[in-house]
């Protein structure tokens, strides 16, 4: 019963807190509205590639390929000082047939690999053509050859059989996506990660912070002067910003799902339930690090330490290819697991019972934090 | 006779190589005020928060309603006031003494009537429903005091419950904590108001982490051969 009051008491705190109340829920759709900005931008990048001596043919190809522009130079030298003045973002020179040289200005990985892609497929594109014209000529050749049998022999033409020549019909591919659309992109896949990642944050930092301030202001003290058990209170805070987490996944599902476009799979109490599962382990860690620090500052100071690095090693860039110790750490953050699990609800529509390794470990911090939080406590009240 | 209320035996308390209590040995009876009196640092609030259980000692006992402490159960008989504040800024005095009770274990049904006596008490009533952020040195110390005295407890300690209070509501306080002391609590108080001192039933003046002197105020002055417990401080400590 205790409990109930306690978090009913921090949750009209935190409710007269207009400025942290709105960083909890304002701050993290505020931030990843830019994200979705930022990275959908950077897929529209756009190369110019100047052509020193290049066949025509090739040059029309790439110039064909998407977001590649050409400008044909007269030497090599106005090209490469097209390079220097940053006017072009490649040059290619063709110096003897069928043996070209490339230089990239590299100052920009996405544009390397786009000339590199786009003068590749202009390589093909013009092979092909080629060899669509052999066959052309061919064709043209073997009906010429009919029509003079037929006048030569008219009785052999009978038996003789010319194969029509086909329209070639232009190859279709239609796309379908298991998930999303094809404006799908990177954002997409960090939408789950950073969602638990906004989750973890803010629990831990106010949740981290109010305990603190219980402790400096003394207030601690005096509700460890009542027969209030340790537990009721770690419970107290446990239940209070549970329910913080749970209206804070809400609204940033709801603005990802409504102005950002992006597709839930699964269903959103699953969304929740792995939130709220976090919110406790943010919590209790919170509060674990907050009998740490001696003020809010040094509070802060775990942010860089242990906060942004989980960040990195839950699965917003692929770890498959790191060594092996660098993926050992991202096994003992716990929003690698939240991060999993949400990615697999949210992108695959895996079910909870599904789940069962990601919601066990969680559980298993959850377990262990809060059992150190209440033992914890006994410095402040030994019974 | 009855047993005391407060009942310490030799109580011992070190923080790191500072001896902050020797050797304290001091009762309380119910129906009794006890002023500690002491210089700063010497361990009043020491003694108050290893007789609570929140400091352990590190020898002696503290026996508190008959209790062994450190006992989370006797809380909720005891009324404590910290030397600090200790309030909840964002919420309104209401809302403290509210969330106090509960913690204390009041009873729903007459936690509305207590808060009202305890603010009434500390003359608070019409300041019940701002925020404690927008209330005064002396308001804040008088809602502390109002949720020390929440739930009838058997025993008080305040420690320095009146800094910081005017004259008027001093001596209304005074009126009250005489009050409950004739109804048969005890109480533990610590002061630096020394004509406060003359206001309790025992006088204790805790000097080098031992109790130097313990009687009533007169019995006291008589002792040292002064007029006022501020010339026996003043003597005890060597300042006079
Ligand atoms: N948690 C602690 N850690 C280390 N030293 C402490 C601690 N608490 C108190 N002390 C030391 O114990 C001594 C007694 O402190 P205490 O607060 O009991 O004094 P006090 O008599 O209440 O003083 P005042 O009248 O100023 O309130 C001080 O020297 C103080 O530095
Ligand atoms: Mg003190």
């Known amino acids: ?383 | 006779m009855t047993e005391p209320v407060i009942d310490l035996k030799h109580l011992q308390k070190t923080f790191g190589q500072q001896t902050v209590l020797a050797d304290v040995t001091l009762q309380i009876a119910p129906g009794e005020i006890l002023g500690l009196i002491g210089p700063s640092g010497a361990g009043k609030s020491t003694v108050i928060k290893t007789a609570l259980g929140m400091e352990v000692a590190d020898g002696g006992e503290a026996r508190v309603l008959q209790t062994h402490m450190p006992n989370r159960q006797l809380l909720g008989r005891i009324g404590y006031m910290a030397q600090e504040d200790a309030l909840y800024e964002a919420l309104t005095g209401a809302e403290n003494l509210r969330f106090f009770g509960r913690m204390k274990g009041v009873k729903k049904a007459v936690l509305a009537a207590d808060i009202a006596h305890v603010a009434a008490v500390v003359d608070l009533t019409a300041d019940l429903e701002k925020p404690v952020a927008g209330y005064s040195g002396g308001m804040k110390r008088r809602l502390s005091l109002a949720i020390a005295l929440l739930g009838a407890p058997e025993l008080l300690i305040l420690d320095e419950p009146t800094v910081g209070i005017d004259p008027a509501l001093r001596r209304k306080i005074w009126s009250e904590l005489h009050q409950l002391r004739d109804e048969g609590r005890g109480i533990l108080i610590t002061t630096h108001v020394m004509d406060e001192a003359e206001l309790v039933d025992h006088v204790a003046l805790l000097l080098g982490g031992k109790l130097m002197a313990y009687g009533t105020p007169a019995a006291l002055e008589t002792q040292y051969a002064v007029d006022s417990i501020e010339a026996v401080f003043l003597k005890a400590e060597g300042v006079a």
């Open chain 1, 1 to 383: 019963m205790r409990a109930i009051y306690i978090a009913q008491r921090v949750i009209h705190e935190l409710i007269r807190d207009k400025r942290t109340m709105a960083l909890m829920f304002v701050a993290p759709v505020l931030i990843m509205f830019l994200m979705k900005l930022i990275f959908t931008q950077s897929t529209t990048t756009s190369v110019t590639v100047a052509t020193v001596g290049v066949d025509g043919n090739v040059r029309s190809a790439l110039n064909a390929v998407k977001h590649v522009a050409v400008t044909n130079k007269a030497s090599n030298a106005a090209a490469q000082h097209a390079l220097k003045t940053q006017k072009v973002d490649a040059v290619i020179r063709q110096t003897k047939p069928a043996h070209y040289t490339v230089t990239y200005a590299n100052t920009d990985a996405t544009k390397t690999n786009l000339v590199k892609a786009g003068f590749n497929a202009a390589l093909t594109a013009n092979g092909i053509k080629t060899l669509k014209q052999t066959t052309l000529k061919l064709s043209q050749t073997v009906s010429q050859m009919a029509t003079t049998i037929a006048k030569v022999a008219p009785q052999a033409a009978g038996s003789l059989k010319v194969p029509q020549t086909e329209p070639a019909a232009a190859t279709k591919i239609t796309d379908r996506y298991q998930y999303g659309d094809k404006d799908t992109g990177f954002f997409n896949k960090i939408v789950p990660i950073l969602m638990g990642f906004f989750v973890f944050f803010f629990v831990f930092l106010i949740s981290g912070m109010a305990l603190l301030k219980e402790r400096t202001t003394g207030t601690l003290d005096r509700l460890l002067a009542t027969p209030v058990r340790r537990g009721e209170i770690v419970m107290g805070y446990m239940l209070s910003y549970g329910i913080l987490a749970l209206i804070q996944t809400v609204i940033i599902v709801l603005c990802t799902v409504g102005f950002m476009g992006v597709e839930i799979t699964g269903t959103l109490a699953a969304v929740m339930v792995i939130n709220f599962l976090l919110a406790l382990v943010a919590l209790a860690f919170g509060i674990l690090l907050s009998t740490l620090a001696q003020s809010e500052f040094q509070m802060m100071q775990f942010i860089p330490i242990l906060v942004i690095p989980q960040v990195f090693f839950s699965g917003i860039v692929p770890l498959d290819s790191l060594a092996a110790w660098v993926k050992d750490i991202s096994y003992v953050l716990p929003l690698t697991y939240a991060g999993h699990a949400m990615t697999q609800i949210i992108m695959y529509g895996t079910r909870l019972s599904a789940l069962g390794l990601d919601i066990g470990v969680l559980l298993l911090f959850l377990i262990v934090l809060t059992a150190l939080n209440v033992r914890g406590m006994r410095r402040y009240r030994k019974v």
